[in-house]
């Protein structure tokens, strides 16, 4: 694989040798795709190199990614070589740019937050994405899953992939680093309050002790 210093970074973020980690990241995938029935075209907003992507491509028709960084997309269109129904692009979510419409959107792990958007407004662009009937994923951490994202974040840390944790501000759901990095979380309240204003017909659900999801499905 081409030598790609950001995108090596991200890659390692998920190279963790925590199995309580693994876990979370597996069950946020599974969940997806337990709705999925082998026909819909799905995005997923942040993809980043495409690990999702790359998931989920045999559990639905098509799948296209967007991230910012052309880095991320360029090393994942050769993590994504072997994968002819998955496509990576570049684009900001925050200025989304499609005709066609998706079955399945994704936001996951905990992008809502990491994208810096306004919820409410953000998810109905998203949902400006979706037929009648197409379903909308957003995904926060728990808090029980707090002592094991706090152990992931500082594994990264000590990889150089983040400035080093504040120990001192770090709390109640937020990381912050040293070199700026500030990393928030939406509570279960937050996602319920996002769905209401929706308009839409949603649900929220954790998932493993680690994951809080808002599916929001167009009507």
Not at 39 to 51: I, S
Not at 194 to 212: C, H, L, M, P, R
């Amino acid at each position: 694989m081409k030598e790609n210093y950001y995108a090596q970074k991200l890659y390692q973020v998920y190279e963790t040798e925590y199995s309580r980690v693994r876990q979370y990241l597996a069950a946020e995938i599974n969940f997806v795709r337990n709705y999925l029935q082998g026909t819909e075209r799905v995005l997923e907003l942040g993809a980043g190199y495409g690990r999702i992507v790359k998931e989920l491509a045999p559990s639905c028709q098509s799948i296209v990614g967007i991230d910012i960084s052309k880095d991320n997309v360029d090393f994942g269109k050769e993590y994504l070589n072997d994968t002819p129904n998955a496509h990576l692009m570049v684009m900001d979510a925050h200025n989304l740019q499609f005709q066609e419409l998706f079955d399945v959107v994704l936001c996951l792990q905990n992008a809502l937050s990491a994208m810096k958007v306004v919820p409410v407004e953000f998810i109905k662009k998203v949902m400006d994405l979706l037929p009648n009937g197409g379903r909308a994923f957003f995904s926060s951490y728990s808090a029980k899953f707090w002592d094991h994202r706090l152990t992931w974040f500082q594994e990264q840390s000590e990889k150089g992939l983040l400035g080093k944790i504040d120990t001192v501000k770090t709390k109640d759901g937020i990381i912050i680093c040293e070199d700026g990095f500030r990393a928030t979380t939406h509570s279960p309240e937050d996602m319920d309050r996002f769905g209401k204003a929706s308009g839409f017909v949603y649900e929220v659900t954790e998932v493993d002790e680690s994951s809080i999801f808002l599916v929001v499905t167009k009507n």
